[in-house]
């Protein structure tokens, strides 16, 4: 949320070309063939940030206390995040299955989902607040 | 030490610029609990023996800022910001909603307590353990949304800098002041986001006097562990399930009251109370919806009541208008009360309000007694520097609104709030103006009135509350029932938003309290030795007041005389408050409370409950 109002889900789109998985020097990353979520093998990860600057959309961080980075993995195929969004009524999470589509066009960087969610919400004068 | 909490609070002069870690003893946790309750306790520690020559605005003040032990697990968590409130001259427990509290307990501190006063405007920057007083003159002077603007970028830029591997910041959480709170108005807010607000207290413009501009807290840790995660779990699954079903504020946001209990129980103030009614069909909820709100589900961190809705101008006159809500009562103040019946006027309000950093409920009645005295021509155009009040002149309300921000010309008159602006134009006008001030003891009396006997504050609500007019903390009998005093303390100091123990079991909170920290506590012992002695301080603290005004006990624990005025319309026209009534029941809340015949608390209650030191002071007051 870098402006009242505009907060998003900043999460893995899951891009077809994982350009995480390719930045990664160590083979800590993986792709997991049931849901398509990148798996971080936390043993092998050194946290070097290489995956967060080649993802389009920085989503990747580090973990604050320990020396590992974090990217959603789906929850195995059962995220939380969308029970407790479908359980409280807002529906703004929705499980669907992988089709063709370009899923890297969602992975974006906060301040542009920002600029565009003011634009819309604020007017013409909500893209000053970013 | 008590599960549930950091364990440590954050102290910071700014007089000297030094930060250090302060502990609080486990029986004092225990008996105050946090936020509310451990504010008075902390401020009589501090001031007590002077608090009568302590100035509300000066470098001896202390500003705090507390959460509680449930602040983050539940749901809807608070901050509680207090002090020597500038209003009130007592103790005010004014909670704001946003994700500070529970950052900051994720940072590993349960408060922070500023003290001094800095030489030129800084503001508090806490990552973790790190804390840094950085100086705020490039923000100084500048609106909410351009604060909170520069704040993001700068704070953003500082962790990208220190931390280059993270990845994507989340923006710290902040509070700050706007220009109400920089040129000391005493109905300046604490802000968060843009319209959130810490209010009644006047704090806002404690922080200005201290030259604190904002707080920023980025917390990376856990929140402090609770001692029974399962049953807290479960707990918070029971709470959540039962506000999902509750449509009112979910669905409208708790501009829904100002239909249900305001508008159509004749309790919402219209012209500075001159009326409790109307029948405007275009000030419903509905109209909201389809005229200005563009976001109908928002919510702070964890809360699954969602009552915020973000409300934009987007055509006509008010165009560029951006609020939240506006919530109840800044539909009924901002609103109503001003005569202003659009939801554009309406939002138009709020949204100066926040910008200026002032509080919505008593700038509103600060400008609903202008505008009366306007309306009675004893206020003439002259005297408001050319500005002609008319009701529902939104434009007109929102320029003298600028001025008491700046203090310029008649605002500074009114940026001393309703009671001593009142007390100040009488001297000019030569004539009692204070029955035209709905207030009691400097606080503004929140939009529920108590004439038509159908809104939820009693008729010694306000008259006998510790927080004068504070809608959020009415006294009620008995002590320990629902709507006593006593509950209200146990939410601003557990510091969790008061919205969500609608609907909950009777003991909920209790077991909750149980269920974090791992103490048992009973609504009995809550009522009759804790609570108590919060209530007991801050009673003893308001009545000792000073050093710019004192407050006589009894004399002074009265109704404002327009609550005794009869309704002149609407299906409850011709009630109003019963004189007698009102002081049976006052005898009887005395009597409960433990106060002597003057409202004085008694020498055997204040030993009884340890509060020995506060015995000695109230001994000159009884005589």
């Known amino acids: 949320m870098l402006v009242p109002g505009a907060e998003f889900p900043h999460l893995c789109a899951q891009c077809e070309d994982y350009p995480c998985v390719r930045a990664c020097p160590t083979s800590a990353l993986s792709v997991s063939e049931y849901t398509g979520a990148v798996l971080v093998n936390n043993k092998a990860c050194t946290a070097c940030g290489k995956c967060i600057t080649a993802c389009p959309g920085r989503v990747p961080h580090m973990h604050p206390i320990e020396k590992r980075i974090l990217i959603c993995d789906l929850c195995d195929g059962d995220p939380q995040c969308v029970r407790v969004c479908r359980e409280g009524g807002w529906n703004v999470f929705k499980k669907v299955t992988r089709r063709e589509q370009t899923y890297s066009l969602y992975a974006r960087k906060p301040e542009e989902v920002t600029q565009d969610l003011c634009a819309k919400f604020y007017g013409e004068k909500g893209e000053d607040f970013v | ?623």
């Open chain 2, 1 to 623: 030490m008590i599960e549930g909490y950091a364990g440590k609070f954050l102290e910071a002069n700014l007089s000297s610029g030094k930060t250090k870690n302060v502990r609080f003893d486990d029986e004092v946790l225990r008996d105050y609990v946090g936020g509310r309750g451990l504010a008075a306790k902390i401020l009589w520690d501090r001031l007590g023996r002077r608090w009568e020559k302590a100035k509300p605005l000066g470098p001896e003040n202390v500003l705090l800022f507390l959460t509680g032990p449930l602040t983050g697990y539940y749901p809807g968590g608070r901050i509680c910001v207090s002090g020597k409130s500038p209003q009130s001259n007592g103790v005010v427990g004014s909670t704001v909603g946003g994700e500070f509290g529970v950052e900051l307990r994720c940072a590993g501190y349960d408060g922070i307590i500023v003290t001094g006063q800095s030489e030129k405007p800084v503001y508090l920057f806490i990552k973790d353990a790190d804390v840094e007083i950085r100086d705020a003159s490039k923000m100084w002077g500048k609106d909410a949304k351009q604060t909170m603007t520069l704040l993001t970028r700068e704070c953003r830029e500082l962790l990208r800098k220190r931390y280059p591997l993270f990845g994507e910041w989340r923006e710290p959480a902040m509070l700050y002041i706007g220009p109400a709170g920089e040129n000391l108005v005493r109905t300046a807010v604490v802000a968060a986001k843009w319209a959130h607000a810490a209010g009644y207290g006047g704090y806002g413009a404690v922080m200005g006097s201290k030259k604190l501009k904002a707080i920023a807290v980025k917390g990376t840790g856990q929140l402090p562990e609770a001692a029974n995660m399962k049953k807290t779990e479960k707990l918070i699954q029971e709470l959540c399930d039962g506000v999902y079903e509750n449509e009112l504020w979910r669905r409208w946001g708790t501009g829904s009251g100002g239909y249900e209990v305001g508008a159509k129980m004749s309790s919402e103030p219209v012209r500075n109370w001159q009326d409790e009614w109307h029948d405007e069909k275009s000030f419903g909820v509905d109209k909201f919806e389809d005229r200005v709100w563009v976001k109908q589900c928002w919510s702070d961190f964890g809360c699954p009541t969602n009552c915020l809705k973000v409300s934009v101008v987007k055509t006509g006159k008010f165009k560029g208008a951006i609020t939240d809500n506006p919530d109840y009562e800044l539909q009924a103040y901002l609103g109503t009360n001003l005569g202003i019946f659009t939801p554009e006027g309406n939002v138009y309000m709020a949204s100066i309000i926040d910008d200026l950093g002032l509080c919505g409920i008593q700038t509103g009645n600060v400008l609903g007694f202008a505008a009366e005295l306007y309306q009675r021509r004893i206020l003439i155009e002259d005297d408001l520097d050319g500005l002609k009040l008319k009701w529902g002149d939104a434009e007109t309300f929102g320029k003298l609104a600028r001025k008491i921000a700046y203090r310029e010309g008649v605002g500074d008159v009114l940026a001393e709030g309703t009671y001593r602006a009142a007390l100040k134009l009488g001297k000019m006008k030569r004539m009692d103006l204070l029955p035209y001030a709905v207030q009691s003891k400097g606080i503004s009396i929140g939009a529920h009135g108590i004439r038509s006997g159908k809104d939820y504050p009693d008729i010694i609500s306000y008259a006998c509350s510790v927080q004068g007019g504070d809608h959020t903390s009415t006294a009620g009998l008995p002590l320990d029932g629902g709507g006593s005093e006593l509950m209200e303390i146990f939410n601003d100091s557990g510091v969790y938003c008061n919205f969500n123990v609608f609907g909950v079991r009777r003991n909920f909170r209790f077991e909750f309290y149980k269920a974090v920290t791992g103490l048992p506590l009973t609504r009995k012992e809550w009522c009759n030795k804790r609570a108590i002695k919060t209530l007991q301080l801050q009673r003893a603290m308001l009545l000792l007041g000073g050093p710019d005004l004192k407050w006589k006990p009894k004399a002074d624990d009265v109704n404002p005389p327009r609550f005794y005025e009869p309704l002149p319309s609407g299906p409850y026209k011709g009630k109003t408050a019963d004189r007698s009534a009102v002081k049976e029941k006052i005898k009887e809340y005395y009597n409960a409370a433990g106060w002597d015949a003057n409202g004085v608390p008694k020498s055997k209650t204040l030993k009884g409950l340890g509060l020995d030191d506060v015995d000695d002071a109230m001994r000159e007051l009884r005589t």
